[in-house]
């Protein structure tokens, strides 16, 4: 069993910055692949970002490329989302994933485990 914590979401106004963490526990954080989805009301989850077990390879949904970018520190079990030049269609609340897969890393049945989600608002 792993355990995924979000944290860092809140109201911003468009344009603006957030920093999304995650902070995992359970087994070796290192073994596994780290994703971020989102999902709004009345709306499929969605694929955000991932990031593979070691420093790289990154992968990005159209919709936040060049915007937000993910980083993970295994050192200290956690991964982030940093997403700048926010724009009011980003609203949703953002969630936290880890799988051990090699494959598939935008389809959340690829993933074992979640966090709770942490709300993301922002205003036009």
């Known amino acids: 069993q792993v355990q995924l914590v979000e944290s860092g979401g809140g109201l911003v106004q468009a344009g603006g910055s957030l920093r999304l963490s995650c902070a995992a526990s359970?087994?070796?954080?290192?073994?596994?692949?780290m994703g971020w989805f989102r999902q709004a009301p009345g709306k499929e989850r969605e694929f955000v970002a991932a990031?593979?077990?070691?420093?790289?390879?990154?992968y990005y949904a159209d919709s936040v490329k060049g915007r937000f970018t993910i980083s993970r520190d295994n050192a200290e079990n956690t991964v982030s989302l940093q997403m700048n030049s926010l724009k009011p269609e980003d609203t949703a609340v953002y969630y936290c994933?880890?799988?051990?897969?090699?494959?598939?890393?935008?389809?959340?049945?690829?993933?074992?485990?979640w966090g709770q989600g942490t709300q993301v608002t922002v205003s036009s």
């Open positions: 359970g087994r070796t954080f290192s073994s596994y692949v």
């Open positions: 990031i593979r077990s070691s420093d790289g390879p990154t």
């Open positions: 994933a880890a799988t051990t897969g090699s494959r598939g890393y935008s389809q959340p049945v690829r993933y074992d485990y």
